[in-house]
């Protein structure tokens, strides 16, 4: 579902421009003509009827001469270690499509610039070049080796900060993915909202909606979601989960203290009854404090610590106030030890 997200997202023009303009640091991709961008068909079959239905492949003519560069694009979820062979297949292909299409320049093939966009946790450590697959070979053969070579983006490498500061379609892919709250989830598809206001980025709003709800809030589990088509209703559907969220962390870290305390005066009640009494004391006390959780009770156990005058009793008490609890908010009032 994840990769078949990202297609969605990727069959728009604007994304491949964002894509190449933001994220390729090389001089070529400024002489490019990005409105002669086209979306090529992405299925072949090789000459032996092995079929390979690739992700999403682009074609964009160079301003000053008529030659198309043709953008192989593969998107990753874990580490592959073949990666740079199955790119090698696969421009091949692409290659055996066009020469039996009879669609290539009369000049020769075009030029194939494979792309692998890597969404991961782990950092990719895989080989981008087929060479680096290849065992070390004498002098004279490595003319006949394959060499290629194809451009990793490693979303998780990205600068949180660096990518927020562009205003640039895949940035706000790379953030959402690694977005660590729902603040930010939230700050991003805003800033969606607000740069994809044409009427003509319909399409690619939806394709950013059904991404989002199906990746980024997938594990939400929100039926409401479900229903929402366009950017600007998924925004107002986030702005009032996150504040829920944030309710339930309010109440989670109100819970998260209260256990805290108690369990700060369940650790001094045992250092008092060692001192008291004796370890073997505090070592059958120390579960019945487990099954405290109020304070009262607590403070209670506390009083008879200083009053009972041996573990016994203390420990007779405490399992008789385990028997007979006293309600929430309410201390019940126990005779003093002797009485």
Known sequence: MHDASYKLLFSHSEMVKDLLQGFVPEDWVQALDFSTLERLNASYVADDLRHRHDDVVWRVRFRDRWVYVYLLMEFQSTVDHSMAARILTYTGLLYQDLMRSQTFHPGGLPSVFPIVLYNGKPRWKAAVEMGQLIQPTPPA???????????????????????????????????????????????????????????????LRRAFTVWIKRVILADQNNPVSEHITELEELRTMLAQRVEEWKQEWREEGRAEGRAEMLNSERSMLLRLTRLRFDPSTADALSPLL????????????????????????????????????SPVGSPQKYPAPGQ
Do not use: M
């Open 141 to 203: 053969l490595r003319p006949y080796q394959p060499q290629q070579r194809f451009l990793l983006l490693d979303e998780g490498a990205y600068d949180r900060h660096q990518l927020a500061s562009l205003r640039n379609l895949v940035a706000a892919v790379f953030r959402l993915e690694n977005s660590r709250s729902p603040g930010e989830v939230l700050g991003v598809v805003s800033a969606l909202v607000d740069w994809l206001k044409d009427p003509a980025q319909a399409s």
């Open 290 to 325: 487990d099954r405290i959780a109020e304070p009262l009770q607590l403070e209670q156990v506390g009083e008879w610590l200083i009053l009972c005058g041996s573990g016994e009793d203390l420990l007779a008490r405490v399992q008789d106030l385990l028997q007979a609890p």
